[in-house]
């Protein structure tokens, strides 16, 4: 079989600025003088961090680059040794792992943090991993408590904005005192101007798989993007990653070229993906000329295609609608229903699959009702199971089996023009 | 009760109790509700309820405790991964299956992901139950989270009071507390007096004795335990050459009653547990004639309430809280009991570990599961390591 090859310009460009990012990173480990704080993809309020140059480190996307790299095995069994279990969400314990390892990896030396910034935006787990890296370090994390949506409406209440915009507060009090300087209210609005710009080109881009054929697969291409949309976001350098992406994938829409050489399946995937076999799982779809046309998974950080834009006249009021309302993690289950249900529809797509992983169950909890209720209302649906972190839990050869038979099944109903209740 | 003159022998009561808690349904508060107008029950997910705010809004607090294990798993575990823990399958199994159907409502918290996913599963599954979610504060230092949780319970009252008919009132809500503040103070003493004399009460005996409060009205339960304490006072029984442990990790799915009898069969004290933390729930009473009593309830929730790994206070680290609670009951070891599959149990569990092992405190991991029925493998490791203790 030929290997499909994935590689773009923008693929260039991402590893570019994210060697430079990891660059600043080891530089602060290695004593640069530049602040370093942690903090979680969920909702995160990364524009804040950056108004006062405060460098952000993800430990989920330093975890995904350890998966995707192959390296992860060794810091999750460390980890494990130390007595957690092998039921506990992998990212946390390959991070921990890498923290006792030295905080080596192989594409930066990750600095220790001089502020735990603990967004608790939906992830229970993010307690618990912060929680230990405060043990750990020694140092308090703050917690940014965001309020879960729990109302029919799916939005939050005025006393929920109200409460998280006090908390802001405090937080840039923390950083005033890290950094020792005031909040420079100008920077703030700069940074969430720069946000507001990537954030609509993000949006566009994700509105372009719409199209047929989509221009990128909206779940292995969508990744790519991620990182410089966490780290980068609130910088002119992720704006700049973003029009060119945005340039590039719309030439590509214009000339009516997708990924593959002929789409023939267009199906929306909820889930992470399984960073350790990224490529293996891929080619189980694209045998099949199968594109994703949306993720839920690319919409933890932010659902910035559905409408949201961070607001530069109103920067902290739009930082906590972005925490509280406008990304994945923090909505509740039935509202990644309606999700599925629009990316269906309006990105019109014929089949759903759930990638179900075992280390996160904010996602995966409940999946099988998820399946349960796609089923019942027409959509054909797979769920298949490995996990997002840990290499022990694929299993290739049943993995592909399952894929080919849905598939297979699925070739011969015809292609409906979207999916109606 | 009162028209029982001679005093209750701790067994008879915990019979009582036995009885109430392994019979299916939900008797006690179907009795309860048809006693009076405008009543109705709320099914409780662990781990802390606000339950003075259910109670006096004319909502009975029902504590849902899983299923236990006589109870088969035939439609929910399609619905949730077998990578679950047991409580989220068997409640919701509860549910389709009809068993919940006496209840009127169903409330869960921001416990864990499963608990929380679990909430939209069951508001898809059921269209007609109400159901309500409560976000606990996880910043503990912030000084508005009081005001933050005081606004939720307010909001949880309407909902209660939508329930029963009978919106709550302050001086409802006033006694409500009252009523709480007696059950949990004599759980307290009754907690002490084990401590104390554990050879007077088995956690056999006193578990029960507590769990019944998830299904009787609280003014019963608080009669219940005041015998229980008197009885257990009373009683005459010798010490016996066995451990004292603290038993740490079951605060959300419980274990078998016969498997909590194991634990103590193989040689053990238990001197201190989390089982049910959240009926238990605060340190000392709530504040009983504050202005505001909801504000009252919701700062202490931030300031008094007992520990537990669905508790993020940063303020206090959670292993020296352990290796503090180990020392303050003179426990030779300490027991981590873990729901399987229960993330939030199993990730408190290597900082515990670090931290015992630093204190020079003799520990035992173990993994449990409601379902469980054959206790004869996990007794003999703890015999096991009962013997490596008593004869070092
Ligand atoms: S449970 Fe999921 S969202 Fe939470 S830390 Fe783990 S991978 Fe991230
Ligand atoms: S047992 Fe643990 S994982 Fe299960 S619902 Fe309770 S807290 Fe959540």
């Known amino acids: 079989m030929t290997e499909t090859h994935y590689q773009g310009k923008l693929h260039h460009l991402q590893k570019e600025l994210m060697s430079e990012y990891y660059a600043a990173l080891t530089a602060s480990a290695n004593g640069s003088g530049v602040p370093a704080a ?23 996307v330093n975890a995904l680059q350890l998966a995707v790299r192959k390296q992860s095995l060794p810091f999750i069994q460390s980890a494990e040794f130390m007595g957690y279990s092998s039921d506990n969400c992998a990212y946390v314990k390959a991070d921990i792992g890498m923290y006792f390892g030295g905080r080596q990896t192989p ?67 923390r950083c005033e005192e890290i950094t020792g300087r005031k909040l420079d209210e100008e920077k703030l609005r700069e940074a969430v101007r720069l946000s507001s710009l990537t954030g609509d080109l993000w949006a566009k881009i994700k509105h372009l798989t719409k199209r047929t054929p989509a221009p990128y697969d909206a779940y292995f291409d969508s990744v790519t993007m991620m990182a410089p949309l966490y780290c980068l976001r609130g910088t002119p350098q992720g704006l700049e990653f973003f029009e060119t992406a945005y340039a590039e994938l719309l030439a590509k829409a214009e000339a009516g070229i997708g990924p593959l050489e002929k789409e023939r399946f267009r199906y ?76 269906l529809e309006e990105w019109n797509a014929n089949a759903l699959i759930i990638h179900s992983v075992k280390s996160c169950r904010l996602f995966s909890a409940g999946q099988g009702d998820m399946r349960e209720y796609f089923t019942k209302r027409g959509v054909p649906t797979l769920l298949v199971e490995s996990d997002l972190e840990d290499p022990r839990y694929f299993s290739e050869a049943q993995m592909r089996n399952r894929i080919d038979a849905f598939f297979e099944s699925i070739a011969h109903r015809p292609i409906r023009e979207g999916v109606t209740a | ?62 504590g849902l405790a899983g299923g236990g294990n006589r109870m088969e798993i035939a439609h929910a575990d399609s619905r949730f991964q077998s990578f679950i823990c047991s409580i989220i399958k068997s409640t919701l ?119 019944v409060g998830h299904l009787i009205p609280p003014e019963e339960h608080a009669e219940l335990l005041a015998d229980a304490l008197q009885a ?34 193989a040689g053990c004290y238990l001197v201190d547990d989390d089982f049910l933390i959240g009926r238990r729930w605060f340190n000392g009473n709530v504040p009983e004639n504050t202005s505001d009593p909801l504000l009252s ?50 990730f408190a569990y290597p900082i515990y570990r670090k931290a015992l092992q630093v204190a020079g405190i003799p520990h035992l991991f173990l993994e449990f599961e409601e379902k469980m029925w054959m206790f004869d493998r996990i007794k003999s490791e703890i015999e096991t390591f009962v013997e490596s203790l008593l004869f070092d």
């Open chain 1, 38 to 60: 942690y903090l979680l993809i969920g909702g995160n309020p990364v524009e804040l961090l950056r108004a006062f140059d405060i460098l952000p480190v993800f430990p989920e």
């Open chain 1, 107 to 173: 594409f930066a030396t990750i600095p220790e943090p001089s502020l735990l910034l603990c967004n608790y935006v939906g992830c229970n787990v993010y307690l618990d991993w912060f929680g230990h890296l405060a043990e750990f370090t020694g140092q308090s994390a703050f917690q940014l408590d965001i309020p879960f949506i729990r109302s029919a409406s799916g939005k939050p209440s005025k006393e929920d904005i109200e409460y998280v915009l006090r908390q802001l507060h405090h937080l840039i009090g």
């Open chain 1, 268 to 343: 929306v995937i909820e889930g992470p993906p399984p960073w350790p076999h990224l490529r293996a799982f891929r080619d189980m779809f694209s045998r099949w000329d199968a594109v994703a046309v949306a993720s839920t998974y690319s919409t933890v950080g932010g659902l910035w295609e559905f409408g949201f834009t961070h607001d530069p006249d109103h920067p902290l009021e739009s930082i906590a609608r972005h925490l509280l309302e406008w990304n994945l993690t923090n909505r509740n289950f039935l509202q990644r229903y309606e999700q599925i249900e629009r990316y």
């Open chain 2, 1 to 62: 009760m009162s028209t029982q003159s001679l005093p209750q022998s701790i067994e008879a009561l915990v019979e009582r109790c036995d009885r109430i808690i392994e019979e299916p349904g939900f008797a006690p508060a179907v009795a309860w509700k048809q006693a009076a107008p405008n009543r109705a029950a709320i099914g409780c997910f662990p781990v802390y309820t606000p339950t003075e705010v259910f109670y006096a809004s004319g909502v009975l607090p029902v």
């Open chain 2, 93 to 211: 199994e509860q549910g389709m299956t009809g068993l919940l159907d006496d209840l009127d409502g169903v409330v869960f918290h921001s416990i864990c992901d499963p608990a929380r996913n679990l909430a939209s599963v069951y508001t898809r599954n059921f269209p007609e139950t109400p159901v309500e979610y409560i976000h606990f504060p996880q910043n503990f230092e912030a000084e508005e989270a009081p005001r933050y949780l005081r606004d939720e319970y307010e909001r949880v009252a309407t909902f209660a009071g939508e329930l029963s008919g009978r919106p709550m009132t302050t001086e409802d809500l006033r006694a409500a507390i009252r009523i709480y503040n007696r059950v949990r103070e004599t759980i307290r003493r009754l907690y002490a007096l084990r401590r104390d004399s554990p050879h007077l009460l088995r956690t056999r005996e006193l578990y029960p004795l507590v769990r």
């Open chain 2, 232 to 265: 257990a006072a009373t009683r005459e029984g010798r010490e016996r050459d066995r451990i004292r442990v603290v038993l740490t990790g079951s605060f959300c799915e419980q274990p078998p009653l016969d498997l909590i009898a194991a634990i103590e069969d």
């Open chain 2, 297 to 346: 309830l919701a700062e202490d929730y931030l300031n008094a309430s007992l520990p537990s790994p669905v508790k993020h206070d940063m303020r206090i680290s959670p292993s020296e809280l352990l290796v503090e609670r180990a020392r303050s009951h003179r426990a030779d070891a300490v027991i981590v009991l873990c729901a399987k599959f229960c993330e939030p149990s199993l």
